[in-house]
Nanobody, 124 residues
Framework: QVQLVESGGGLVQAGGSLRLSCAAS????????MGWFRQAPGKEREFVAAIRWSGGSTYYADSVKGRFTISRDNAKNTVYLQMNSLKPEDTAVYYC?????????????????WGQGTQVTVSS
């Protein structure tokens, strides 16, 4: 089992920045890829970004490309999502997720472990 705990959410004005963190514990050697998804009220959960733990390849949704950056700290077993130039449409609960095996990164069902989520609210 892998446990994931997100932090760093909050309220920010449009144009501002936030950094989300996701700390992994437990069988951390079991996670192959770490991803961030988000879910706005009344909408389905959607892919935001992902990073391969080995090699560090990164992937982004078109809606956040150029504004968000995903990174990892191997020593701390932590993944970060730096969010810049935030827009009101970025408002959502952000979830960290981990894949146990190599799989496509943008498909929600390809992830085996999930955090509890952290709220991000961007005011206009």
């Amino acid at each position: 089992q892998v446990q994931l705990v997100e932090s760093g959410g909050g309220l920010v004005q449009a144009g501002g920045s936030l950094r989300l963190s996701c700390a992994a514990s437990g069988r951390t050697f079991s996670r192959n890829t770490m991803g961030w998804f988000r879910q706005a009220p009344g909408k389905e959960r959607e892919f935001v970004a992902a990073i391969r733990w080995s090699g560090g390849s990164t992937y982004y949704a078109d809606s956040v490309k150029g504004r968000f950056t995903i990174s990892r700290d191997n020593a701390k077993n932590t993944v970060y999502l730096q969010m810049n130039s935030l827009k009101p449409e970025d408002t959502a609960v952000y979830y960290c997720a981990a894949q146990a095996r190599l799989n496509v990164v943008w498909v929600l069902t390809s992830y085996d472990y999930w955090g509890q989520g952290t709220q991000v609210t961007v005011s206009s």
